[in-house]
């Protein structure tokens, strides 16, 4: 069906999912203000991306599969657009902050 | 009509995996069958990203009104843990996606042996997770249940770290729940590859079921971070 990654990919794979956990870890440790929330999440999409390429395999799935996936995050982000738009415009955050 | 039957003897004809005994009367060829379900499997763990997606969207929500509360929780939270499970998980998806080469190669000593490594990693995960749940109703941070929440150390912050705890243990038992469904089908998985019915021509279940166990651990990929490392620096109390 799809041509079958071999294993010393996948064993990358891993060792830069293992090493990014030991990233966030770190980057934790150190104060960043507002920048912590926001390196941790760019660590956590890059290791969702290198899962879903690699591990799913979307990288070699028909394009309607990866449309289907893709689609995945456009309704997430609708979700989550529309939670924010009314919670963090309209000034009913007691703390007045994001983070 | 008679022009359709043709096209589809003539397509068999071509492609010997068209005989294969799993391929089913409503599929062209194997390959049809293989890209439907895989679609079929994305369209369900669309619904799971919105299933999760309202709950970190409701976390968000909480997490700006009370910043400093939820930093606060981070305190009674064991990051060793956490990271631990993160290795954990992240190995079993290895194992995970070892197994679906094994099946596509036809190698079935091989899956069978990285379907038990997934599971094994997968009961780990489990067991650390129980052992951190022990721990939080011993430190009395189980807001569930009455009776074991005390946060005397920060008064200020007992009930809005309520709220943080509840998503604790909504998420991460939502998430357990997964895991745990996950070893179902992986055990399922398992005895079907013991009686031979994986081959190179067929392996769609294997495929399957290897997306629904990497998604569980993209979600925890998530989870670790936000629940875990919200105010590791910061010194609240």
């Known amino acids: 069906m799809h041509s079958i990654p071999s294993v010393r990919t996948y064993v990358i794979i891993w060792a830069i999912l293992t090493f990014m956990t030991f990233t966030t870890y770190g980057v934790a440790q150190i104060d960043l203000g507002p920048w912590n929330i926001v390196v941790a999440l760019l660590i956590a999409f890059f290791k969702m991306m290198l899962v879903i390429l690699f591990f799913m395999n979307v990288k070699a799935d028909s394009p309607l599969t990866k449309l289907f996936a893709g689609a995945g995050f456009f309704w997430l982000i609708l979700l989550l657009g529309q939670f924010f738009i009314d919670y963090l415009t309209r000034g009913w955050m007691p703390e007045g902050t994001m983070w | ?237």
């Open chain 2, 1 to 237: 009509m008679a022009d359709t039957h043709s096209t589809v003897v003539e397509h068999s004809e071509h492609d010997p995996a068209a005989h294969s005994p799993h391929l089913r009367h409503h599929f062209d060829d194997m390959a049809q069958q293989f890209d439907s379900a895989t679609l079929g499997m994305w369209v369900f763990l669309l619904t799971e990203i919105m299933f999760f997606g309202g709950m970190f969207g409701a976390y968000t929500v909480y997490r700006s009104m009370y910043p400093a509360a939820f930093a606060s929780t981070s305190q009674y939270m064991n990051p060793l843990y956490g990271a631990m499970n993160t290795a954990v998980l992240i190995v079993s998806s290895l194992t995970m996606a070892l197994a679906v080469r094994a099946a596509r190669l036809g190698e079935q000593k091989a899956l069978q042996l990285f379907l038990i490594f997934t599971m094994i990693f997968g009961l780990a995960f489990l067991v650390i997770k129980g052992f951190e749940y022990h721990e939080h109703w011993v430190d009395n941070k189980v807001p569930l249940f009455g009776g074991h929440w005390d946060y005397s150390e920060a008064p200020q912050f007992a009930r809005q770290a309520q709220i943080m705890f509840c998503f604790y243990f909504f998420m991460t038992g939502f998430h357990a729940l997964h895991m745990v469904v996950g070893l179902g089908l992986m055990t399922t998985i398992f005895l079907m590859a013991r009686r031979a019915t994986f081959s190179p021509a067929y392996f769609t279940p294997v495929e399957v079921s290897g997306l629904y166990w990497h998604f569980v651990d993209i979600v925890w990929i998530f989870l670790f971070p936000l629940l875990y490392l919200i105010g590791h620096t910061k010194k609240i109390i």
